[in-house]
């Protein structure tokens, strides 16, 4: 039997191929060299925006520099892979599995602080005992400030050893503590951090925690739901506010248990350049983009949870399969969005490499082919999706921990489910929902991520 998914994007490729050579090339490759001749090639086929390609090419430059000179203004997230370019610099996530925002504090002592907002479960930031909602105030004995901040973040992405000066907030004054030591170490991230449920009333609503679609984890991600579908719940929250996306079959599983669909339905519209034009993948072809298991659309059906609504939690910080997952779930549940304003990844791509026997190139281009649409054609969302309910995290400081009902998200989410809680602000903090936030690790990583992923597979 033929993979469905190899008929599929083989066949677009071919039309787009076809298509193009059918055109007239009418940008100048002049003066280029083999290699930027084979990125240009490539973007001519399959680039969303191709059509506006420039009309001048500037050769004489790096291979990256070359790429990036091709894309349009209105593309922030397509990436050229390039070995002989050494990357040095990652994140204090990928390195000690912790993130972190730096806001401004007056009673600082250089008037920013750090907040911890997420450690990785089994990370080194987590066997040392950082937690989020932690204040620090100097990395390596720099103290925080608006000349040193930026040197602070290249130092937490570098990966060597570091010592944060901790520090605390109280009566809304920030005041240091001890010291914490990290040295980077590997890790594996299980994405669900949490799953729990609330009751009043005789009424139940659960919650999960969800930090990346990574199919590998795919059965761990349903059989949580299966718990939680067996404790009663009526309504669910998913905590999607640090989640960059990943593998677009997770979120087709994830809507699948969550909504009142079929197999044959339309999960995602994939809308290419004129040369590959658009089709609808359903909720079963868009499972097998991966082969992680399970593949079977009827399984999943059979775990559905029944569910009055759909809240999800999000941040600047929510980006690519998250949000699809949002914009796909909306034309068969009740979804509502809690928190902030997502950033705006509604595009997907795919690796282009050199298929030549022997390779000549040795670069992989991810350059954004698809514009994505949920099965009622609605998308556009390239400014982010707008919540529903504008609530700010850092309202309530220090940071709760995810699934406290006093997290102001979640606080909101309860109270539209009847499970009402009663969140007590700390007044006397002079952080408030107006409060400057200078940088947060969560929000560039979830930039720097990659885009929808789908596969292309040799023609």
């Keep these: ?181 990290l040295s980077a170490q590997y890790f594996t991230e299980q994405p669900v951090y949490l799953t729990k449920t609330f009751s009043s009333a005789g009424k139940k609503t659960g919650y999960i925690f969800y930090d990346a679609f990574n199919g590998v984890f795919d059965r761990n991600l349903l059989d949580s739901l299966s718990k939680l579908k067996a404790a009663g719940i009526s309504n669910l929250i998913i905590d999607l506010r640090y989640n960059p996306g990943g593998d677009v079959s997770s979120a087709a599983k994830l809507a699948g248990m969550l909504a009142n669909t079929e197999a044959n339905q339309t999960f995602v519209i994939y809308q290419a350049n004129k040369n590959g034009g658009r089709s609808n993948r359903s909720f079963q072809q868009t499972m097998q983009e991966n082969d992680y298991q399970p593949q079977l659309f009827s399984e999943i059906k059979s775990r559905r949870l029944s569910l009055e609504k759909v809240i999800v939690l999000t941040t600047a910080a929510t980006a690519s399969s998250a949000e699809l997952l949002i914009n796909a779930l909306k034309p068969y549940a009740t979804v509502v969005q809690i928190g902030e304003k997502t950033i705006g990844k509604d595009m997907a791509s795919f690796a282009i490499a050199d298929e030549r026997k022997p390779v000549v190139v040795n670069l992989v281009l991810h350059p954004l082919v698809f514009k994505l649409y949920n099965a009622n054609a609605q998308g556009d969302y390239s400014n982010g999706l707008n919540p529903d309910y504008m609530v700010d995290e850092f309202s309530n400081l220090p940071l709760k921990q995810f699934g406290d009902a006093a997290d102001p998200l979640l606080d909101q989410a309860l109270k539209l489910t009847g499970n009402v809680t009663t969140t007590a602000v700390n007044k006397a903090t002079n952080v408030s929902a107006n409060t400057t936030i200078n940088y947060q690790s969560a929000v560039e990583r979830a930039a720097y991520a990659a885009p929808v992923a789908v596969h292309r597979l040799a023609r």
């Design 1 to 181: 039997m033929k993979n469905p998914r190899r008929v599929f994007f083989v066949c677009l490729i071919l039309i787009m191929i076809a298509a193009l050579s059918c055109k007239k090339n009418n940008v100048t490759s002049n003066n280029l060299s083999s290699t930027q001749k084979w990125i240009l090639d490539s973007m001519q086929v399959y680039y969303y925006w191709n059509e506006t390609l420039p009309k001048k090419t500037i050769s004489g430059t790096s291979s990256t520099s070359f790429f990036k000179s091709l894309l349009n203004n209105a593309d922030r997230f397509s990436y050229l892979d390039d070995p002989d370019e050494v990357k040095t610099e990652y994140s204090s996530f990928g390195y000690y599995g912790f993130d972190y925002a730096i806001l401004a504090n007056a009673t600082a002592p250089g008037g920013l602080v750090a907040t911890v907002t997420l450690v990785v479960p089994g990370s080194a930031a987590y066997k040392a005992g950082l937690k989020r909602g932690d204040f620090f105030t100097s990395v390596n004995d720099i103290v925080i400030n608006s000349t040193s901040s930026s040197n602070v973040q290249h130092i937490l992405k570098q990966g060597n050893p570091i010592k944060l000066q901790l520090a605390a907030l109280a009566d809304g004054t920030i005041s240091n503590t001890g010291t914490l030591s």
